[in-house]
């Protein structure tokens, strides 16, 4: 078991909400990419189908101002999915639009939905951004709208501060009330006797932490694994503009990339059947525990899908019981030690890569017309144990360099505007003018004794590595999780490229399907068929430079600041609401615009 906790303190844990536990306070190096969800993940909900009517189609509403958008010949349901009700029946067979090929085959002329999907994006975040508080008044007011309660004292130096640096996204915190609620159940006290087992070397945990403390504006480092690496630094660096306005506070923090949990606790839980399993966090009705069961529903009439607006519910596991299978994270034996479950940490945000340069970029009309990705054979330890072939980035190579037979998918028709034709062509030619994937290098973190390496360098594509600049030569870039969280993914957002990202962890992006099965209907969409005809090239452009635009405007070193500055706010009321009052109270003066 040695050998897989070393795996798991590889690389990153990103923003996995965790189960909240009462087994110790601890912050975790854990990038929250709050500034463009409100919402990062949602309770755990029970699947229900909403087909809206004979006549398929969903209305999705930005808001109560915006104009609905309607999709047509579709069908959503509460797993995230916009499937695709494009089967030919009775009659449809006079209005059809098709593409002769082996197998001739008639579907109904309909709207392509990616236009849709785009559009009604832009709404949604048109309508986030007009509604942003504009001054101390009103952003108090929707703080105690969102969380029922008063803001943190010291609310109104962090708006002053956070205004005066242009940070745009005044009001969306939401992820930081999620890791902070749960502990208004616990008295002070015992929040602040956990903190200070912590930091004065009381717990096994504190092997693994080290201690921001902060007084009258001036930074102290202690704890074990203060000198470990960049990470401790990075992140008083991160704070060095700020720290005069902090409170006195000390913060202890993982140096690991996950959850932990003390061995103690761990054996008094893992041999209880009931909370053992992925299945037992799902309600008994939830698609998971159905299928567990003998029970689960028929799949859906048309497999065929998209990710629609609500992307959130395409991670969840009780949803979508294939996640625990092609993501290494969940897949994953456990480990004494370190068992990758989810706890009661306070989530922050690592600047690490935050700073690594994007290099050379080339305009979009310059850049290679394919979808790029080299990486590590990581996210799950290669071994004779784990499911590993299953894994993300195994599927992901395996799939854009498996040219066998021929594929079938839906693209943009070129003589009729925003409308989907069908396309069948050969696999191998395909992959060819799509992708430029492949793993890095050599075989890593897998098992030479058992002869894993060996055939994983058989099984799968290795390329030679590519550098960041020959990266951003292509107009789309995939961004695929490792072990935990892409570091890699601030730069890429950074180019004028697409990214494009397979991902149980909520972040901003161009999203794909984790089995990848709308990858080429996704690539087929932006980069037409193997003639090019019905590309729609300049909707790539604009998504590029969007992203690379609000890389610039929301992404900053400053929207990160106000993120920690806030936190350290709400830590602090957690310590000490009982012997101070530790709310803000909004006063009669005039507020600061």
Known sequence: MRKL????????????????????????????????????????????????????????????????????????????????????NSDST??????????????????H??????????????????????????????????????????????????????VKLLDEYDSINRSIEP??????????????????????????????????????LSGFQAQNGPRPR????????????????????????????????????????????????????????????????????????FIHHDHLSTMNMCHHPTLWQQNGFLSTYDSPDLPPHRFSEILITPPSQFSVPVGNDPEWSNKHNKLVWRGGNTGILFDS????????????VKVTNDGRGNKTFRMVDGTLPRKMKYFEADTALLNQKYFDVGFAGRPVQCDNLDGTCEAVAKLYTFKPSLDPEEMNQYKYIMDVDGNGWSGRFHRLMGTKSVVLKSTIFPECYVPVR????????????????????????????????????????????????????????????LLHRDTEMMDYTLTDDPPKE
């Open 5 to 88: 906790t070393s795996f798991l303190n590889l690389r990153r844990f990103t923003n996995l909400t965790y189960i909240l536990t009462a087994t110790s306070i601890i912050i975790v190096l854990t990038y929250y990419y709050y500034f463009h969800h409100s919402i990062i993940n949602e309770p755990i909900k029970t699947i229900r189908n909403h087909q809206k009517s004979k006549t398929p189609s969903i209305t999705l509403s930005s808001s109560t101002t915006s104009p609905p958008l309607l999709i047509t010949n579709t069908h959503t349901s509460s797993n995230g999915l916009l499937y695709l009700l494009d089967q030919p």
């Open 113 to 166: 939905p990616i236009f849709s999907l785009i559009r009604n994006a832009t709404l949604l975040w048109e309508n986030k951004l007009k509604n942003q508080s504009t001054n101390l008044r009103s952003a108090t007011e929707e703080y105690k709208r969102r969380y029922h309660r008063s803001p943190p004292r010291g609310f109104d130096e962090w708006w002053n501060w956070s205004n005066d640096k242009n």
């Open 385 to 396: 144990e784990t499911n590993w072939r299953m894994s993300q980035r195994a599927r992901l």
């Open 234 to 305: 990075e992140l008083v660096n991160l704070l060095q503009d700020i720290v005069h306005l902090l409170p006195d506070v000390d913060l202890p923090i993982s140096i690991h990339d996950i959850p932990n949990l003390p061995e103690s606790e761990y054996n008094e839980t893992y041999n209880q059947p009931g909370l053992r399993g992925w299945p037992n966090i799902c309600p008994s009705d939830s698609r998971l525990r159905k299928e567990l069961e003998g029970l689960a529903d028929p799949i859906q009439p048309n497999t065929q899908s």
């Open 183 to 220: 502990f208004f159940a616990l008295p002070a006290s015992l929040f602040r006797q956990r903190v200070d087992d912590l930091t004065n070397s009381r717990t096994k945990w504190s092997n693994d932490t080290f201690v921001i403390s902060i007084r009258s504006g001036h930074f102290t």
């Open 514 to 573: 984790l089995d990848y099965q709308d990858l080429y209907d996704i690539m087929a969409f932006f980069t037409g068929d193997l003639n090019g005809e019905g590309a729609q090239d300049e909707e790539g452009r604009k998504i590029g430079e969007a992203g690379k635009t609000w890389t610039e405007r929301f992404w900053r070193k400053e929207d990160m600041q106000a993120y920690m500055f806030r936190l350290i706010l709400e830590y602090c009321r």
């Open 94 to 111: 006079s209005n059809t639009n098709y593409q002769k090929s082996k197998k001739e085959s008639k579907k109904p002329s309909i709207d």
